[in-house]
C-alpha cells in the first residue's frame, strides 16, 4: 500500500454527478468495441463512434474551514453537444463565464507538466493563464471543430521532412497519438522523450535542443529510446 498523503482539510464536501453518461447506444457500443478488436484492446485502439460519445463531469464544491468556498469542476466530457447541454442545465456554463472556477486552469496546468519536479513551471503556467482575459480563456475550452473537419487526411498530404517529438507520459494527448502520426506522414521521424509531458521544450531542454539540432543538420533525429507506439 502507497504511503498516504495529506491534502489538508475542508469543513464540508458536496459532489454533484452532473453526468454519467458514456455512452447512448450499447447496440453501438459494443459494436464498435467488437470491431475493434474486442473487450482486451485499450480505448485508443477502437473507432468509436463519435455520435455514440456522452461524458462524465462532476461538480464539487467545498467548503473551507474559514468559511470560504471552491468549485472544482471534474470534466471528461468527449462529445460537446451533450456536455453543452448537460452545463446548461446545471447552470455549469454561467458559472464558467462568472469565473468562479479556479480549479480547471490548475487542473490544466498540472497535465500540461506533470514530471515530478515541474512545479514551479505548472504554478507559472497557472499565473500566466490566470491574468489571460476571460474570453480568451473561455474560446480556449471551445467547442471542437465541425464534425466534418477531418485532419487525418492532411497528415497524408505532408512532404516536407517532419519530426514529431512527443512525451511517453504526456497526460493531455495520449503517446499512441504519436504513432498515428508518424504512420500517416510519410516523410515522418519520431523521437521520444522518456517519462516526459507535454511540453518537453521546457522539461527536456537539453535533449530537445540535441535532437531539434541534428535534425536540422542533417535530416536525421538520433533513434527513439522506446518503440514506436502501437496504432490502430
Known sequence: MSDRMD?????????????ETGWFDDARFK????AGGGSEQTQYKIAW???????????LTLTLLDGDQRKILLDTGWNTTWMDYVFSRHGVDAMLERGEFE????????????????EDLREERFLAASRLPEE?????????????FEHISLLNELSIPTL????TADQRV???????????????????FEDRGHVCTLTAIDEFCDVLR?????????????????TV
Open 7 to 19: 491534502i489538508g482539510a475542508v469543513r464540508e464536501l458536496k459532489i454533484d454527478v452532473l453526468t
Open 174 to 192: 495520449p503517446f499512441e497519438d504519436a504513432g498515428l502520426r508518424a504512420e500517416r506522414v510519410e516523410t515522418a521521424q519520431l523521437h521520444a
Open 164 to 167: 514529431i517529438m512527443p512525451g
Open 214 to 230: 541534428q535534425f536540422v543538420r542533417v535530416g536525421t533525429a538520433p533513434p527513439p529510446p522506446l518503440p514506436m507506439p502501437e
Open 103 to 118: 480549479r480547471p486552469l490548475r487542473i490544466f496546468s498540472s497535465r500540461t507538466f506533470s514530471e515530478p519536479g515541474s
Open 49 to 59: 463512434d463519435a455520435e455514440n460519445a456522452g461524458g462524465y463531469a462532476a461538480l
Open 31 to 34: 459494436e464498435d468495441m467488437a
Open 136 to 148: 480568451t480563456i473561455l474560446s480556449f475550452y471551445d467547442r471542437q471543430p465541425p464534425a466534418d
